[in-house]
T-cell receptor, first 112, second 113 residues
Framework: DAKTTQPPSMDCAEGRAANLPCNHS???????VYWYRQIHSQGPQYIIH???NNETNEMASLIITEDRKSSTLILPHATLRDTAVYYC?????????????FGAGTRLFVKA | GAVVSQHPSRVICKSGTSVKIECRSL??????MFWYRQFPKQSLMLMAT?????????EQGVEKDKFLINHASLTLSTLTVTSAHPEDSSFYIC?????????FGPGTRLTVL
């Protein structure tokens, strides 16, 4: 699976949009971009995933660049409860290679 | 949405005993389940992948005889930490695959005295 690069930490003001970047320059054509987050002492929570089109759900938006070498997760109105470690993961979905390998992620601090 | 549960959420045991952790997919069938462990201030580390009805595939460096995995049904996988020692104290997290997404359980905190 392709490696990803994320900033180790970011701050965001409560109520503002949080934009979390991820670089995945070695992504291959059949690999998806997934985002998870982990709040302290809990299991990871699935947020969103996409292949090449931008995606939006009730939690966040995912913007993938046209060359697919980077993406941004957007939390439109961050709250204190969004403080967590956010993991960007690139992964294929074929049976043989389906497993999620976690990097260090980005620790997002939402401040009042 | 897809829900994965784990039991127990927290366990304390004496050194040398075995501990079993259960992982269940509550509202879907999971042909593939995964087990991770996480040490304080570190990221999740994949231990093994298990497919229903077959032997688990362990990641390099993970002892299969120490961490026994049984994926007995499409909704249940168990991890048994055999002869646990203090260095096995960790946060163990299971995950289940539904279609093209993995969903994670809440984790089990194991403390070995």
């Amino acid at each position: 699976d392709a490696k990803t690069t994320q900033p180790p930490s970011m701050d965001c003001a409560e109520g503002r949009a949080a934009n979390l970047p991820c670089n995945h320059s070695t992504i291959s054509g059949n690999e998806y971009v997934y985002w998870y987050r982990q709040i302290h002492s809990q299991g990871p929570q699935y947020i969103i995933h996409g292949l090449k089109n931008n995606e939006t759900n009730e939690m966040a938006s995912l913007i993938i660049t046209e060359d697919r070498k980077s993406s941004t997760l957007i939390l439109p109105h961050a709250t204190l409860r969004d403080t967590a470690v956010y993991y960007c993961i690139v992964r294929g979905i074929n049976t043989g290679g389906f497993k999620t390998i976690f990097g260090a992620g980005t620790r997002l601090f939402v401040k009042a | 949405g897809a829900v994965v549960s784990q039991h127990p959420s927290r366990v304390i045991c004496k050194s040398g005993t075995s501990v079993k952790i259960e992982c269940r997919s509550l509202d879907f069938q999971a042909t593939t389940m995964f087990w991770y462990r996480q040490f304080p201030k570190q990221s999740l580390m994949l231990m093994a992948t298990s497919n229903e009805g077959s032997k688990a595939t362990y990641e390099q460096g993970v002892e299969k005889d120490k961490f026994l995995i049984n994926h007995a049904s499409l909704t249940l996988s168990t991890l048994t930490v055999t002869s646990a020692h203090p260095e096995d104290s960790s946060f163990y997290i299971c995950s289940a695959r539904q279609k093209d997404t993995q969903y994670f359980g809440p984790g089990t905190r194991l403390t070995v005295l």
